[in-house]
């Protein structure tokens, strides 16, 4: 079975992004996706600024050695 998660590019979009992390968690829950890998493939189709933001957060949570989870 494929499944083909949408992109998200960011900006002020609320209802955008909670429709999109409704289309990744399902289909999270349809390949019985683990939490650790959960955070790599959410963060595989963003995309424009989204992309730019997720890595600039991994940047500033990394160097103070938090975890990130999906939740």
């Given at each position: 079975?494929?499944?083909?998660?949408?992109?998200?590019?960011?900006?002020?979009?609320?209802?955008?992004?909670?429709?999109?992390?409704?289309?990744?968690?399902?289909?999270?829950?349809?390949?019985?996706?683990?939490?650790?890998?959960?955070?790599?493939l959410?963060?595989?189709?963003?995309?424009?600024?989204?992309?730019?933001?997720?890595?600039?957060?991994?940047?500033?949570?990394?160097?103070?050695?938090?975890?990130?989870?999906?939740?």
């Amino acid at each position: 079975m494929k499944h083909k998660p949408p992109t998200f590019t960011g900006g002020y979009n609320p209802e955008g992004a909670m429709n999109w992390l409704e289309e990744v968690e399902i289909i999270f829950e349809a390949m019985g996706c683990s939490e650790e890998n959960k955070v790599t493939l959410g963060a595989y189709v963003l995309r424009e600024e989204a992309n730019h933001w997720w890595k600039n957060a991994r940047q500033r949570l990394g160097a103070g050695g938090a975890v990130i989870t999906w939740e």
